[in-house]
């Protein structure tokens, strides 16, 4: 079956950077792109961008350009997300998920990577 | 970068009613791309409806999505107890896609 499975949770100083992975199963990891959004606690959603696995193409909120990169690793079928100069209004919940766009659509989202921010 | 506004921010109804949410671009999103989620508490989102009208796989037939341009809504013809959770809209018509702040929908 289709998962994705993503990195533990993470304690970060301001300043720092994280990467956060997200492996794929269950389907052809380049075929749909990777999303990546995060979630403050208590706040709403926040997209951050994608990535297109089969050709490294990325395309970043304009709040994040400049701090945010996405990668991934066809090999392992892992897409990464790494968000650098970290703030405390970084701390969030940052979920990867991809949608299916064959006939109806479908989502399949990770279980989401909490990182904290704190000195 | 399209703005989102959804309204209300919190509803209150009881199982059994219908529900209409809200979702104003602050200017047309293209080719009606526009897409809700609902999110229940601990859970990851889940897509209920794409291209403003289209329910995703597995969705109960009881969500419906309408609109087009910049306002759009997503209705819940008969409440049921599962339905109560947070819904989001969200617009992939432009390259900087965006999500609306959410709507709370709560048991009255």
């Known amino acids: 079956q289709v998962q994705l499975v993503q990195s533990g949770a993470e304690v970060k100083k301001p300043g720092a950077s994280v990467k956060v992975s997200c492996k794929a199963s269950?389907?052809?990891?380049?075929?749909?792109?990777m999303h990546w959004v995060r979630q403050a606690p208590g706040q709403g959603l926040e997209w951050m961008g994608w990535?297109?696995?089969?050709?490294?193409?990325?395309n970043y909120a304009q709040k994040f350009q400049g701090r945010v990169t996405m990668t991934r690793d066809t090999s392992i079928s892992t897409a990464y997300m790494e968000l650098s100069r970290l703030r405390s209004d970084d701390t969030a919940v940052y979920y990867c998920?991809?949608?299916?766009?064959?006939?109806?659509?479908?989502?399949?989202w990770g279980q989401g990577t909490l990182v904290t921010v704190s000195s | 970068e399209i703005v989102l506004t959804q309204s209300p921010g919190t509803l209150s109804l009881s199982p059994g009613e219908r529900a209409t949410l809200s979702c104003r671009a602050s200017q047309s999103v293209s080719s009606s791309y526009l897409a809700w989620y609902q999110q229940k508490p601990g859970q990851a989102p889940r897509l209920l409806i794409y291209g403003a009208s289209s329910r995703a796989t597995g969705i109960p037939d009881r969500f419906s999505g309408s609109g087009s341009g910049t306002d759009f809504t997503l209705t819940i013809s008969r409440l049921e107890p599962e339905d109560f959770a947070v819904y989001y809209c969200?617009?992939?018509?432009?390259?900087?896609?965006?999500f609306g702040q959410g709507t709370k929908l709560e048991i009255k």
């Open positions: 969200q617009q992939y018509g432009s390259s900087m896609y965006t």
């Open positions: 269950g389907y052809t990891f380049t075929g749909y792109y």
């Open positions: 998920f991809f949608i299916t766009v064959t006939a109806a659509w479908k989502d399949y």
């Open positions: 990535i297109n696995p089969n050709s490294g193409g990325t």
